[in-house]
């Protein structure tokens, strides 16, 4: 691939459009969107060939936040830019979308409605679907399954940011112990239009910003930055797509009283219900706490991480990939990842919304429409909005 070529104007408004096209038209999750970026990108359009696509999933299921191979199949097409036309393209539909839900809610009385409920047993059913689809490739073993328990036990004992951290920590070290030689090792060459010092200068900042936030939030007491920070460690600690992030956010945001249960529990709704990645959420939290400019700090904070990682691992990545110990590590780390979630899944999430039998029933009708029918999640929101509507007529 030529340099004049890659960073071509034409090049970028092609990356532009088909990664705004994919913005609109991608809804079901993390894994749906590989399909759909296979589909238009390999298939199609032969920007990459299937090792590299296979290795750059690989690679963004390796770092923490989105699953950001939107962004590395931009940055391998038109360079830096590329990465930056493409993730604006397919974040911006649905982080504009839940601005404009947060806004609407805003001057709506949230905390009664009916169909609110139906959204909650809504995130039940799609988060249950999540929950098994990573269980059986995430630990499938029982060294894995173990893991995932500690995770699960410590989570619910120790809700906090630091609880969570300690049990990430924990389990890429046992992860690196149990399984160093036994991942496999497939390789494929490949070649990357970002230098090394231009990586090493993201990673720094990405650790510099981790560690430095914090420290800031506690000695200046501005509402923007604490809001920052808690956004940008939740985009720092996910690693396995955007479900795992409603644990963080909602420890982050719902027992300090920055904003309600049913406020944070209609947005996973609406976020369900949007095309793009779940993390777009972010939008919704921010602008429900802080207008529309809330709306745009809090998906700039939640997207940067996964973007400076990324950005800083390409060049690396050979040298990573071929490290059998890292992957162990990693292995621990995604085993840990099942874990955090059923105990996210649990509290908040069914504590809140399945009061009753009906409503237990109704989460089952949701789940099978989902998991069994292959319904698109938009079939089930609306169903689970008329729903909740209609059992609170009952």
């Given at each position: 691939m030529h340099k004049h070529k890659r960073n071509s104007f034409k090049t970028l408004i092609e990356i532009l459009i088909i990664s705004t096209r994919l913005g609109f038209t991608s809804f079901g999750g993390?894994?749906?969107?590989?399909?759909?970026?296979?589909e238009e990108y390999i298939r199609k359009r032969k920007w990459l060939d299937e090792k590299s696509y296979a290795d750059?999933?690989?690679?963004?299921?390796?770092?923490?936040g989105p699953a950001s191979s939107q962004v590395g199949i931009g940055v391998m097409r038109g360079g830096l830019l590329g990465g930056i036309v493409s993730f604006l393209g397919f974040t911006l539909p649905s982080v504009l979308a839940l601005i404009l839900f947060a806004l609407l809610l805003k001057?709506?009385?949230?905390?009664?409605?009916?169909?609110?409920?139906?959204?909650?047993?809504?995130a039940v059913a799609v988060v249950a679907h999540a929950i098994t689809?990573?269980?059986?490739?995430?630990t499938p073993e029982v060294k894995r399954k173990t893991i995932a328990l500690f995770a699960l036990v410590v989570s619910l004992l120790g809700q906090t940011a630091f609880a969570q951290a300690?049990?990430?920590?924990?389990?890429a070290a046992i992860g690196f112990l149990l399984f160093k030689d036994s991942i496999d090792k497939k390789e494929s060459a490949f070649h990357f239009p970002i230098s090394k010092t231009f990586g090493t200068v993201c990673l720094s900042l990405f650790f510099v910003l981790l560690v430095l936030l914090p420290v800031l939030r506690e000695s200046a007491d501005l509402r923007w930055l604490s809001m920052f920070d808690s956004f940008y460690r939740a985009g720092s600690l996910v690693f396995g797509g955007g479900h795992v992030v409603l644990p963080l956010l909602e420890r982050e945001f719902v027992p300090s009283g920055m904003i309600s249960k049913e406020a944070f529990l209609a947005g996973y709704g609406a976020a369900q219900a949007v095309p793009g990645p779940l993390f777009t959420f972010a939008a919704y939290l921010g602008a429900v706490?802080?207008?529309?400019q809330g709306g745009m700090l809090a998906a700039i904070a939640i997207f940067l991480p996964a973007f400076l990682l990324i950005l800083g691992a390409l060049p690396y990545w050979d040298v990573l990939r071929r490290n059998p110990n890292l992957k162990g590590?990693?292995?621990?780390?995604?085993?840990?990842?099942?874990?955090?979630?059923?105990?996210a899944f649990y509290f908040p999430i069914w504590t809140s919304a399945i009061l009753n039998p009906i409503d237990f029933a109704f989460a089952a009708i949701l789940f099978s429409m989902l998991a069994y029918w292959k319904l698109p999640p938009w079939v089930?929101?609306?169903?689970?909005?008329?729903?909740?509507?209609?059992?609170?007529?009952?």
């Amino acid at each position: 691939m030529h340099k004049h070529k890659r960073n071509s104007f034409k090049t970028l408004i092609e990356i532009l459009i088909i990664s705004t096209r994919l913005g609109f038209t991608s809804f079901g999750g993390p894994i749906a969107h590989l399909g759909y970026f296979y589909e238009e990108y390999i298939r199609k359009r032969k920007w990459l060939d299937e090792k590299s696509y296979a290795d750059l999933v690989a690679l963004c299921q390796f770092l923490p936040g989105p699953a950001s191979s939107q962004v590395g199949i931009g940055v391998m097409r038109g360079g830096l830019l590329g990465g930056i036309v493409s993730f604006l393209g397919f974040t911006l539909p649905s982080v504009l979308a839940l601005i404009l839900f947060a806004l609407l809610l805003k001057s709506t009385d949230i905390e009664q409605a009916g169909w609110i409920h139906g959204l909650k047993i809504v995130a039940v059913a799609v988060v249950a679907h999540a929950i098994t689809g990573m269980a059986q490739k995430l630990t499938p073993e029982v060294k894995r399954k173990t893991i995932a328990l500690f995770a699960l036990v410590v989570s619910l004992l120790g809700q906090t940011a630091f609880a969570q951290a300690g049990i990430i920590i924990i389990s890429a070290a046992i992860g690196f112990l149990l399984f160093k030689d036994s991942i496999d090792k497939k390789e494929s060459a490949f070649h990357f239009p970002i230098s090394k010092t231009f990586g090493t200068v993201c990673l720094s900042l990405f650790f510099v910003l981790l560690v430095l936030l914090p420290v800031l939030r506690e000695s200046a007491d501005l509402r923007w930055l604490s809001m920052f920070d808690s956004f940008y460690r939740a985009g720092s600690l996910v690693f396995g797509g955007g479900h795992v992030v409603l644990p963080l956010l909602e420890r982050e945001f719902v027992p300090s009283g920055m904003i309600s249960k049913e406020a944070f529990l209609a947005g996973y709704g609406a976020a369900q219900a949007v095309p793009g990645p779940l993390f777009t959420f972010a939008a919704y939290l921010g602008a429900v706490m802080g207008g529309w400019q809330g709306g745009m700090l809090a998906a700039i904070a939640i997207f940067l991480p996964a973007f400076l990682l990324i950005l800083g691992a390409l060049p690396y990545w050979d040298v990573l990939r071929r490290n059998p110990n890292l992957k162990g590590a990693l292995a621990g780390v995604n085993a840990a990842v099942v874990g955090i979630l059923i105990s996210a899944f649990y509290f908040p999430i069914w504590t809140s919304a399945i009061l009753n039998p009906i409503d237990f029933a109704f989460a089952a009708i949701l789940f099978s429409m989902l998991a069994y029918w292959k319904l698109p999640p938009w079939v089930i929101v609306s169903t689970g909005v008329i729903g909740g509507f209609l059992l609170n007529l009952l």
